[in-house]
């Protein structure tokens, strides 16, 4: 019996059919499905938070405002996530709380710090660029909420990546100190935007059943070459250097070669011991547990409302 | 020299905004849920950009080749003309909702009126802001009820920031010379004549609130003629960060 299901569920993905909440699906694909898009929505959360470091900080009103909105996009990305989890069940206090005790993982990109302006232009472009590589895959994912939430965020994230590529254009074309603040930029963010696609293909658990129900149809190392590929004329353009001696053209295959990633960096941040891991689940937590008085609030006072509103109809009555 | 009145009456009203704005951005990634969060978002966007609108103006009405980011970076602290209830903390959600509560009724009655202000310019600017002050004064109306009728905790934290901004609203009512001047040429709101709505309003919310509205009616003031707490030095600290530390250039 459970074998039928299986088969006809994976022909329906076989045959590019959208799974959607109420039909039926194996507990692993729920599950997979549950933890990927719960980190990705913690991921957007948490990725607020390198960003918002800098809003009272912004040079302009111009760039604030940008700034601030972009931001809250984010917000906005992690709020369609959770409700596409919670869609396969999952309650938004549950993954939170997973969030908050270390069991789920966000993208570990924003275990580094944003420590200049032109940070928010190496993330807009690098770490939102990374990250639409990957979306813009997932807009055809298997299960349909997350496929179309993925469409709404991913025109949103190619806005943002604009956004950061113009503010390290306007410095590159700024004064000495305002290019050097662009390459120190770069050099911190490089490396770990190409960590953001995880580890080579040879060393990654999830993928080979990820792709038979294609909630991933591409591999990391695909994903990532292509990054390299989009993103390096678009640094020549900045007239900054990327931080790899080792990248150069390959005439044969048609892409760039580049260096080895520092895979001991790579682990050991995923592991919480990335500059900024504890300070981001601290900033997490406190602002949930900050908030757990107002959220407490807002139900009693919605009860007293229901319960005022019943007493009043009976009265009439 | 003359003080150029309409200039100070400008940043009166863009200062307001711009330290509110600044005020309600450092909640951006940390409210109380992520749907609050992106509320209270939502107006510091309104605020920012209703600063630049006054502040663009205000650079033009000065007449000295400024931008509106020259004006809002790059002020001394005593030349800022924002009330004192702006800049004070958030401090915690309740802080929040009944600093921005007592702003917005101001805020709503200021614009309506300035809607009918003789300077088209100051007219058009208000009329285009009183569409997004409305949401936040209800935004904020619904949440002072909320919060003061929702459990025990949450009618006591509101109850001790109502106690504690209480001395600040007065300020929003004390007329500073550049009102008067603004008033007598009927560019300016007439602020007696929404001290009363004002009264009102706070009445019939706080009421619903089930708050009670503390004694005593006097008030902190200064800002408005640029002196200011010691809260403004830590905001402009990091407003003009940028600005002061690389001077002159382009972002
Ligand atoms: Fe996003
Ligand atoms: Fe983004």
């Known amino acids: 019996m459970i074998e039928k299901l299986e088969q006809q569920f994976q022909a329906k993905i076989d045959a590019e059919v959208k799974i959607e909440p109420k039909d039926w699906m194996p507990e692993k694909y729920r599950k997979t499905l549950i933890r990927q898009i719960s980190q990705h929505a913690h991921s957007e959360v948490v990725g607020m938070l390198p960003e918002g470091n800098w809003i009272t900080r912004a040079p302009s009103l111009r760039r604030k405002i940008a700034l601030v909105a972009k931001v809250q996009d984010e917000a906005g990305h992690g709020l369609y996530l959770y409700s596409a989890a919670e869609t396969l069940g999952a309650e938004r206090d549950d993954l939170l709380d997973q969030l908050h005790t270390g069991k789920a993982k966000y993208s570990s990109i924003f275990n580094y710090p944003a420590t200049t302006w032109a940070d928010m232009g190496a993330i807009g472009w690098l770490v939102d660029g990374a990250a639409i590589m990957n979306q813009v895959m997932l807009t055809r994912a298997s299960y349909g909420p997350y496929a179309r939430a993925m469409v709404r965020i991913c025109k949103e994230e190619s806005f943002h990546q604009r956004q950061g590529y113009e503010i390290l254009l306007t410095l590159c074309r700024g004064t000495e100190i305002q290019k050097q603040m662009a390459q120190d930029s770069l050099n911190r963010w490089w490396w770990p935007s190409l960590m953001m696609f ?56 048609g892409h760039y070669d580049f260096g080895e990633i520092d895979w001991a960096e790579f682990w050991n941040v995923v592991k919480g011991n990335g500059p900024c891991n504890r300070q981001r689940i601290e900033d997490r937590k406190k602002a949930y547990e900050k908030g757990a008085w107002v959220r407490d609030a807002a139900v009693a006072y919605a009860e007293k409302r229901e319960q005022r509103k019943a007493a009043s109809k009976a009265k009439v009555a | 020299m003359q003080p150029n009145h309409k200039l100070n009456y400008l940043l009166q009203l ?7 704005g600044q005020r309600l951005s450092e909640w951006c990634g940390h409210g ?74 101001f805020n709503y009655y200021l614009h309506k009126e300035l809607t009918e202000s003789k300077d088209e310019q100051i007219a058009a600017i208000a009329a285009k802001s009183l569409k997004e002050i409305t949401y936040h004064l209800r935004f904020s109306s619904e949440w002072v009820i909320r919060l003061g009728d929702g459990t025990d905790i949450s009618h006591e934290k509101m109850q001790t920031a109502l106690n504690e901004l209480w001395r600040y609203k007065g300020e929003l009512f004390k007329l500073s010379p550049s009102d008067k001047a603004m008033i007598s040429e009927e560019i300016g ?49 990091e407003l003009q960060f940028m600005q002061r530390a690389f001077p002159a250039m382009e972002w």
Do not use: C
């Not at chain 2, 863009?14 to 509110?20: E, K, S, T, V």
């Not at chain 2, 609108?53 to 980011?69: H, I, P, S, V, Y």
């Open chain 1, 198 to 253: 995880g580890p080579n293909d040879a060393e990654s658990t999830h993928s080979a059943q990820s792709m038979a129900w294609k909630i991933k149809r591409k591999s990391n190392d695909e994903l990532r070459q292509a990054f390299v590929d989009a993103t390096v004329p678009q640094a020549k353009i900045l007239g900054i250097t990327i931080p790899d001696p080792d990248l150069k053209w390959n005439e044969e295959r």
């Open chain 2, 14 to 20: 863009g200062d307001n905004a711009l330290i509110l």
């Open chain 2, 32 to 105: 109380p849920v992520l749907e609050q969060d992106i509320a209270i978002t939502n107006m510091a966007l309104d605020l920012l950009g209703q600063a630049r609108n006054w502040l663009d103006f205000a650079a033009q009405t000065e007449g000295k080749n400024r931008t509106e980011d020259d004006i809002a970076f790059l002020r001394n602290e005593w030349e800022y003309r924002n009330v004192l209830l702006v800049e004070y903390p958030n401090k915690d959600w309740a802080f929040t909702i009944v600093r921005q509560f007592l702003f917005d009724a």
């Open chain 2, 189 to 237: 709101a007439d602020l007696n004549k929404i001290k009363s709505l004002y009264d009102q309003k706070l009445k019939v919310i706080f009421e619903e609130a089930t708050l009670t509205i503390p004694d005593g009616n006097w008030s902190q003031s200064g800002g408005k003629i640029g002196k200011h707490s010691e809260h403004m030095g830590h905001i402009l600290s």
